[in-house]
């Protein structure tokens, strides 16, 4: 019954929702409550129900966690080593650095995957279910419209739910009896089927509109459809479901929808500044950029809307900081290193390489408005700093992308490497290089894919992607010589695990087990059908 509670909740929670323009902000506005036989009658209820699409399910996880805890983004990312925690009180952090896999550790951030994903699956079953029939007030364009952004965000969540858990139940109508809870575990091979067929559908429809993420409102557009189905493509075509060469090719024929689709594109794509103006600034900044094909939207002074991340950016040091008149330079006392990258990450960057230059995606000093320097005792997250926020202790404005058009070339280019053809592989991978300052690649082979493997690490280290790399290549990064822009992905079994800062590793720390979060407890015990993953009993 609880899990009906939850599931029944998380969609009234959905139903106190209006939908707005992203110029006025998608934001949580409440309403009057409806009974739920009265709901799904009008255009309004029909508005509210595709805007608690946005809310729940994946978009949560950017805010659950917080505070001195990490944020739900970055479990996976503090699990592999290559970033840590710096407070450390986590029950997750304190097992990563340990290397300490038991149930009892796990099981609590798991439940809140768990349950935040299939949040976003009963809301988006209920628009799947309702809008269809809404024909008396709604015109036959809105209705495929609502159609498509719920099958988006239910693909969007069972694809979190597969990488995450690996066979799940799988639900694809509104919950309305107990009896309906009880599901078997279906394999991850069937759900990744219905991934795709939920996407395939929209991702080249005219149900969606051809625009960019910000000109089309903030609402769910082609190219984000087509994205995700090349970023399923590509997880799928490893491990553990091993798609191969079938699904690195569609993976990377998908991702061309998007490079040809023309709504998406680079900032500064000859070649990115190393200023306050340059590519990755513009990107940290920009509501209105081309290359953000999907992002969490916040909005703290419109709407008092703002993210958390601002807090996690620097380490606790800087609140120390005074200025020339003796004043704090920061008000926000709560500053602390949650998903700090360890050394070797940094020192993986060629000279060149922009993207490791001084406030691009990391920063180490900071001019105060008196002028004096100070300098973090260890190097801290520009992508996610916010000046006035650090100064006058509030959220922060700026969103926190989640699809970005260079991804989509990498996609690309490791699905040609992958299947022998080299000079599509290469174009795609330096189109990424060019505007990061670095020369072409001319690689090939295992070699090629080891660049385009440490060129997505480069590209987005602080996006939360490099342990779904790992899980599905069974690789993990070491490194290849200080500052040579390059890393040696070997296989996870012997690999040197990073689980501290500096230089200390725990060779084959990472079972191929602790790839898949356990089932959570809880869970187990209120769906006698669900067994337990291998290695977690």
Not at 116 to 135: C, D, P, Q
Not at 267 to 285: H, P, R, T
Not at 390 to 402: M, R, Y
Request: proline share 5%; hydrophobic share 35%.
């Amino acid at each position: 019954m609880k899990n009906l509670k939850y599931i029944l909740s998380a969609f009234m929670a959905g139903v106190a929702l209006s939908l707005v323009s992203c110029d006025e902000f998608l934001e949580e506005k409440p309403l009057n409550q409806k009974a739920s036989n009265e709901f799904w009658q009008t255009k309004k209820d029909a508005e509210t129900g595709v805007a608690a699409l946005y809310f729940g399910g994946v978009p949560y996880l950017n805010e659950a966690g917080g505070g001195w805890q990490p944020k739900a983004t970055m479990y996976t990312g503090i699990i592999s080593g290559l970033f840590y925690d710096d407070h450390g009180d986590s029950q997750l952090a304190e097992a990563a650095k340990a290397s300490t896999y038991t149930l009892e550790k796990f099981s609590s951030p798991a439940m809140t995957l768990w349950h935040e994903f299939y949040k976003g699956i009963s809301r988006a079953n209920f628009v799947l279910a309702n809008v269809s029939t809404m024909t008396d007030v709604l015109d036959p364009a809105t209705i495929d419209q609502y159609v498509a952004e719920g099958k988006f965000f239910r693909a969007y969540a069972y694809f979190y739910l597969v990488k995450e858990f690996g066979d799940v139940p799988y639900v694809d109508e509104p919950y309305t009896s107990p009896e309906d809870m009880y599901k078997e575990r279906m394999p991850a091979a069937e759900v990744y089927q219905r991934i795709i067929a939920d996407l395939s559908d929209i991702a080249t429809g005219s149900a969606l509109p051809n625009k960019s993420f910000y000109e089309n409102g903030c609402r769910v557009t082609r190219a984000m459809a087509q994205t995700l189905l090349a970023e399923v493509y590509l997880q799928r075509a490893g491990y553990p479901v091993n798609g191969g060469n079938a699904d690195y090719e569609q993976a990377a024929r998908t991702a061309e929808l998007v490079i040809t689709g023309g709504s998406a594109a680079l900032e500064q794509a000859e070649g990115s500044s190393d200023d306050l103006s340059s590519a990755f600034n513009v990107i940290k900044n920009s509501k209105t950029s081309r290359e953000i094909i999907y992002a969490k939207e916040y909005d703290y002074w419109n709407n008092n809307v703002g993210n958390g991340y601002a807090d996690l950016c620097i380490g606790s040091d800087a609140t120390m900081w005074k200025d020339a008149e003796g004043n704090p330079v920061f008000k926000k006392s709560l500053l602390h290193k949650a998903y700090q990258p360890c050394d070797m990450i940094f020192k993986s960057y060629a000279p060149e390489d922009i993207r490791g230059h001084e406030k691009q995606i990391f920063f180490n000093r900071f001019t105060d408005k008196t002028g004096v320097e100070h300098e973090l005792n260890y190097p801290g997250i520009w992508s996610w700093f916010e000046e006035d926020a650090e100064i006058n202790n509030h959220g922060g404005d700026n969103n926190i992308p989640t699809m970005r058009y260079p991804e989509v070339l990498l996609i690309a280019a490791e699905g040609y490497a992958r299947t022998g053809n080299t000079a599509k592989a290469q174009e795609y991978l330096n189109q990424v290089r060019k505007r990061a300052g670095l020369a072409p690649a001319t690689a090939t082979g295992d070699e090629l894919i080891q660049a385009i493997l440490t060129e997505r690490l480069h590209e987005f280290p602080v996006e939360f992607k490099v342990w779904d790399d790992i899980r599905r290549t069974r690789l993990y990064p070491e490194a290849a010589g200080d500052y040579s822009g390059k890393l040696n992905w070997v296989a996870l079994s012997g690999a040197k695990i990073q689980n501290k800062p500096v230089e200390q590793v725990k060779v084959g720390a990472i079972p191929e087990w602790v790839l898949l979060w356990p089932i959570p407890q809880d869970e187990i015990q209120r769906n006698p059908s669900l067994e337990q993953n291998p290695g977690w009993q």
